[in-house]
């Protein structure tokens, strides 16, 4: 997979608050997670350590910049994932 499908993905989250949120609530919507190699680790650990519990696969992307473009928003992203429909 690639940033391609994020940005072409009609379900998505955008940020480590709202990806943990739906990783908690119900980790088997999440198709993919993206995560940031530029972000705090602080701030992502909690969100890897629980999606490699719950078997959700994860791509790394450069930097939170690229993650933030590729989700259509002018500022960076350190985590992103698209959920099923």
């Known amino acids: 997979m690639s940033l391609d499908d994020i940005r072409q ?3 998505k989250t955008i940020g480590t608050n709202q990806t943990l949120k739906v990783l ?9 997670l993206y995560v940031a190699r530029d972000a705090e680790a602080r701030v992502v650990d909690p969100v890897v ?3 490699e519990r719950q078997r959700v696969p994860i791509e790394w992307v450069d930097s939170m910049r690229t993650l933030g473009k590729a989700c259509g928003i002018e500022v ?3 985590t992103a994932s ?3 429909e």
Not at 24 to 32: F, H, M, N, P, Y
């Open 9 to 11: 993905a009609r379900k």
């Open 76 to 78: 960076g992203a350190a």
């Open 49 to 51: 350590q629980l999606a």
């Open 24 to 32: 908690k609530q119900s980790a088997e919507q999440i198709v993919r």
């Open 82 to 84: 698209i959920i099923s």
